[in-house]
């Protein structure tokens, strides 16, 4: 339990009351795994794990006791796309087969006889379809889960490349891919045909921002050996009305692989070290910048009405604040000494978590987005924290460190304080 002291005047008197606040405990008796991903679905929470297991962990949120699917053919279960109450969970390691758990009462069935591979990555649902790709490996095929009856096809004779992403625009799916390319594929989901979109710049095409017509295209890590991160001058911007691609040029050499859309204004994230942030006016593709930012890869956002916070790839103890209406930045600052990646907003707090796979630590931290002031929710088990469930005022926390339990902050009582 974090002990929090919170003292009192009772109604002037200056007798003073001591309150001793417990804002978070532990699910325990859970199995020994790395709980690095979740899915709610209604007040049940799934925990997944990238440990290989047979079974599948989930946590009813209205009292906080845990429970299993079992009998699940032994993968390691970490990707998922819930399909009305069908949640289907990809797997790393490959197989011929998906596993799809009814939601309804827990019990599971498969979508079997795909081919042989990693079944990882889903596409948004497409009517009654599902896509589904592997990243690990490079594919000249696509599976297609019909939703209704857990039967497959493919679309076939695709360029061999390792598909990950997806982007769907009306009828038209978009697919990333961490393969480096001139070209990228666009199925007509009425059809499942292919056609592609050319004259793209030699590298990876894999994450999207759509806004309008226009699909701005960020690069992703080739999966080649070794892998290879691509830095570029330029984003690639796709008409979708014609399939026809543009760029936006004279951009800082950096690796540009995440957006935030604002209004018409478009921020890029890089995984490169810098000082600047670009911002792209996309009512005429001109870009200007944001100056004075400490030198990091900042690469993930979190919108909170005006207010833009950056995390960053790289160690810090501050986090970039940016006033979207005249782009201008400040920090908040005085944070531990970690590498702030993943964000979860609760009321008008956001609770920052370090992305690390090694590093321990035994506090949260949150900021106060009314003020920017940073507090910690402190006296956690010593774990590499690095997701968030928010389900209700309960917040779960995954971690990338083995543990028995999970940890469940009360952000009313952060809230309190």
Not at 92 to 99: E, K, L, R
Request: charged share 10%; with cysteine.
């Amino acid at each position: 339990m974090s002990n929090i002291i919170k003292i009192e005047d009772i109604s002037g008197l200056k007798l003073f009351v001591i309150k001793v606040i417990d804002c978070f405990s532990e699910i325990a008796g859970l199995p020994n795994r790395r709980y690095n991903n979740s899915q709610l679905v209604g007040t049940n929470l799934y925990l997944m794990s990238d440990n290989t297991a047979t079974s599948i962990v989930l946590i009813n949120t209205t009292n906080n006791t845990a429970s299993q699917v079992t009998g699940l053919p032994s993968r390691s279960y970490r990707y998922f796309q819930l399909v009305g109450t069908k949640l289907y969970i990809g797997a790393q390691g490959s197989q011929t087969s998906i596993v799809v758990i009814d939601t309804t009462n827990n019990t599971f069935s498969q979508v079997t006889g795909l081919p042989s591979k990693q079944h990882q990555y889903f596409s948004q649902p497409v009517g009654t379809r599902l896509y589904v790709s592997s990243v690990v490996e490079p594919e000249t095929s696509i599976v297609v889960i019909d939703t209704t009856n857990n039967t497959f096809s493919q679309v076939t004779g695709l360029p061999s490349r390792s598909y990950f992403s997806f982007q769907l625009v009306g009828t038209q799916l978009y697919l990333g891919a961490a393969t480096a390319a001139t070209t990228m594929v666009v199925i007509n989901t009425t059809n499942n045909t292919f056609t592609q979109v050319r004259n793209l710049p030699s590298r990876t095409h894999a994450y999207f921002q759509l806004v309008g017509t226009r699909l701005y295209v960020g690069s992703s890590q080739d999966m080649s050996m070794p892998p290879i991160w691509y830095s570029a001058t330029s984003i690639v911007m796709i008409d979708t009305t014609n399939n026809t691609a543009s760029q936006v040029t004279g951009l800082p050499n950096r690796i540009y692989r995440s957006f935030q859309l604002v209004g018409t204004q478009l921020y890029l994230g890089v995984g490169t070290l810098a000082t600047t942030m670009v911002v792209i006016d996309t009512t005429n593709n001109t870009f200007t910048e944001i100056t004075g930012l400490p030198s990091s890869g900042h690469g993930l956002f979190q919108l909170v009405d005006t207010q833009l916070y950056v995390g960053s790839n790289t160690v810090a103890t501050s986090i970039v604040v940016i006033d979207t209406t005249n782009n201008t930045a400040s920090r908040v600052t005085g944070l531990p000494s970690r590498s702030y990646q993943s964000f979860q907003l609760a009321g008008t707090k956001l609770y920052i978590g370090p992305l690390s796979t090694s590093t321990s630590v035994t506090s949260i931290v949150l900021i106060d987005t009314t003020n920017n002031t940073a507090s910690q929710v402190t006296g956690l088990p010593s774990r590499s924290y690095q997701s968030f469930q928010l389900a209700g005022t309960k917040l779960y926390i995954g971690a990338n460190t083995a543990a028995t339990s999970i940890v469940l902050i009360d952000t009313t009582l952060v809230d309190s304080l």
